[in-house]
Nanobody
Framework: QVPLVESGGGLVQAGGSLRLSCAASGGTFSSYAMGWFRQAPGKEREFVTGINRSGGTIYADSVAGRFTISRDNAKKTVYLQMNSLKPEDTAVYYC????????????????WGQGTQVTVSS
């Protein structure tokens, strides 16, 4: 098991920034690919971004150029820096860990956090 705890969500105006954190406990954090997903009300959970063990990243088109994922293996933490936020970024954001390689597919992830709410006002 790899318990994951997200933090850093909140209410921000459009154009603003937030930084989400996801702290892991247990397991070998550095061996996992990490991902961020989000789920807006009434919509399916969708992939946002992911980072592999060596720091390679992938992004959804909707956030590329605005969001940045990073990881600190010593702190067992993955971060999501979100800039130029839009109202359509409003969602519950989840981090997830994958034993396999980096993927944009939900089913590739083995462990999930409880989520943190991000609300962007217009």
């Amino acid at each position: 098991q790899v318990p994951l705890v997200e933090s850093g969500g909140g209410l921000v105006q459009a154009g603003g920034s937030l930084r989400l954190s996801c702290a892991a406990s247990g397991g070998t954090f550095s061996s996992y690919a990490m991902g961020w997903f989000r789920q807006a009300p009434g919509k399916e959970r969708e992939f946002v971004t992911g980072i592999n063990r060596s720091g390679g990243t992938i992004y959804a088109d909707s956030v590329a150029g605005r969001f940045t994922i990073s990881r600190d293996n010593a702190k067992k933490t993955v971060y999501l820096q979100m800039n130029s936020l839009k109202p359509e970024d409003t969602a519950v954001y989840y981090c997830a860990a994958a034993r396999g390689g980096l993927s944009a597919t939900m089913t590739s992830y083995d462990y999930w956090g409880q989520g943190t709410q991000v609300t962007v006002s217009s």
